[in-house]
């Protein structure tokens, strides 16, 4: 894929219809929820299990033994009273003794496996969830332009922090708890039959309104969950697009619409979640009730048979305990199911994500790049028969052919909205076309490799964007091998080594967030010096509408003539001085390269470019 060696808002979905284009169909990707194939989570989920397979099995194994151990406590108390206690009246304390001995050993040893069965699934979790979250970003990033300026970035990182943390709750904490349940209600059931068929039975005879209780509560909390997952993500994108930007939001003072917008979806965050605490708290309650009265029936029963002879006294100590064993986790069998759904939501939305392909993606047969020796300027570029729309809109640029020839640098100038940069991001391979062929050199821009295209050509855009680390690393990411040497001989061609010498570190100085701490014209020039430094065949720059202060200017036109130097070059140009440097103008409008000559032709031809530059001229001699 081409570096973006720069970056720029770019406009948001709907806004791209083409004037009188057809209306835009509804887009599925503008949904937080995105769709993806039947089962995708179940594989999702295997595929992550997979590699620890037997660390899983492992865990399971642990836990088995585990649970054995501490569920044989009751039935040891059954057989002290019912054996031991006879025994020792009888002045034998041998089997009293060897039961005591052995619920040491249960105990401590159940202690030592939840040790050992806690730091493995701790393990398992913690290399799932870094494999997940590498796949996120790893996703994320191979994606199209495309998909991103529909997805909002909040949402990304919705699905990479709280999705993944509520599947981090659920392999943590609920897991663990949930798998204990289970075991344990299966070996309670068999040690309740073991010791009484009467006990087993009534104690599976409760499980049904436990079953139909937990059924209505997880349909119930599974929407819920839904829509709490959705709302933090709606809470997390408006933070993200506020900070984002800040600048323009404190521009125009909308702290104060800001706030009422976000106290919306704060306050609906906030709604959805007291929903999902009471849904919790009724579940709860009944089973509570439940298990009272379970309890209660239980003990009646069993007192009633003791009295009768048809029950052992320690059989009832015991039955009575495991029953309630079996139902003191039902309370937090609620906050386990929590986490369960929760993650399941969770999981259908990171499935759903990384179930989207990317619109540009690498070729199967790549096909290699013509070798070009030093001296010759920059690659030839074809557009043939083009045509492009956007997903979400119509058509943007019409058929068209173009060819453009090594070395030549072409100034593409028009109206707001005329598909300047749509042209650029096409020949950037930003989009595919959705009709012909971008070829660079000859050969398809889909069928070269993602560190041919990158070679081939990079795009600078309006805002130039420093990722935080320090200059040096900012200017490398042209050539990330590149020695400091090559660093400095770019920044000095380009002239910006005398304000980084200047900085506090000098080239080791720390940018921070967007290069905050250098100003729009030398960020401008750390990005120009990164384009030298790649050597780009062609080299494409949205050239920035804002003006620079003056002597700033200056420097940003000298870069450019140097970055422009030797390779083909098409430059998005707002300022019609830029457009003297060029040896070519396309004019274009409403999507069609309406004239293409050069500067002097088309001054004296009398069309568009002729009435804007007397316009320019006059505005110079005013
Ligand atoms: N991501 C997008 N999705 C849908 N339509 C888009 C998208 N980006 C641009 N468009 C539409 O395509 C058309 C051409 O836009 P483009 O950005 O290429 O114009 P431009 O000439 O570069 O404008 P400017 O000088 O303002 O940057 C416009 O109608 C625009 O609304």
Known sequence: MTTAVTDRPEPREGAGASPGGPQAAPDPVADDDLPAPRGASRRLLGSLLRPHRGSVLLVAVLLLLQQAAVQAGPLLIALAIDRGVPAVRADDFGPLGVLAAVYLVCALGAGLLLYAFVRLAARVSQNVLLDLRGRIYRHAQALSLDFHDRYTSGRVISRSTSDVQSLRE??????????????????????????DFGLGAAAL???????????????RAGKLFRQRSTAIASVIVRFNETLGGIRPVQAFRREKANDSAFERLNRHHQQVNGSTILEMARFVI??????????????????????AGDLALG??????????????????????????????????????????SPDVPAPRDPVPLPSRTASMPGREVVFDQVSFSYRTGGEVLPRFSLTLPAGQTVAVVGETGAGKSTLAKLLARFYDPTLG????????????????????????????????????????????????????RAAKAIGAHEFI????????????????????????????????????????????????????????????????????????????????????????????IVEDGSPQELICGGGQFSGLHRAWRDSLAG
């Open 170 to 195: 659920l392999l943590d904490e609920g897991l663990q708890e949930l798998l204990t349940v289970v075991v344990s209600v299966v070996y309670i059931t068999a040690l309740l039959f073991y010791l």
């Open 205 to 219: 005879l409760s499980f049904y309104p436990v079953y139909l209780l937990t059924r209505s509560y997880r349909r």
């Open 286 to 307: 009944t089973s509570r009730i439940i298990a009272n009265v379970t309890l209660a029936v239980i003990a009646l029963w069993g007192a009633h048979r003791v009295a």
């Open 315 to 356: 059989v009832l100590a015991a039955g009575v305990l495991y029953v309630r064993r079996l139902y003191d986790p039902l309370d937090r069998f609620a906050m386990i199911l929590n986490y369960y759904q929760s993650a399941s939501a969770s999981l259908d939305k990171i499935a759903g994500l990384l179930a989207q």
């Open 437 to 488: 062929r971008v070829l660079l050199d000859g050969v398809d821009l889909r069928r070269l490799t993602p560190a041919d295209l990158r070679r081939g050509v990079v795009m600078v855009t309006q805002e130039a964007f420093l990722f935080s680390g320090t200059v040096a690393e900012n200017i490398a990411i042209g050539k990330p091998e590149a020695s400091r040497e090559e660093i400095e």
């Open 501 to 592: 010498a200047a900085l506090p570190e000098g080239y080791d100085t720390d940018v921070r967030k967007r290069g905050g701490r250098i100003s729009a014209g030398q960020r401008q020039l750390v990005a120009f010096a990164r384009v030298l430094l790649a050597d780009p065949a062609v080299v494409i720059l949205d050239e920035a509408t804002s003006s620079l202060d003056v002597p700033g200017e200056k420097a940003v036109q000298d870069a450019m003539t140097t970055v422009l130097k030797d390779r083909t070059a098409v430059v998005i140009a707002h300022r019609l001085s830029t457009v003297e440097i060029a040896d070519r103008v396309l004019v274009m409008d409403g999507g069609r």
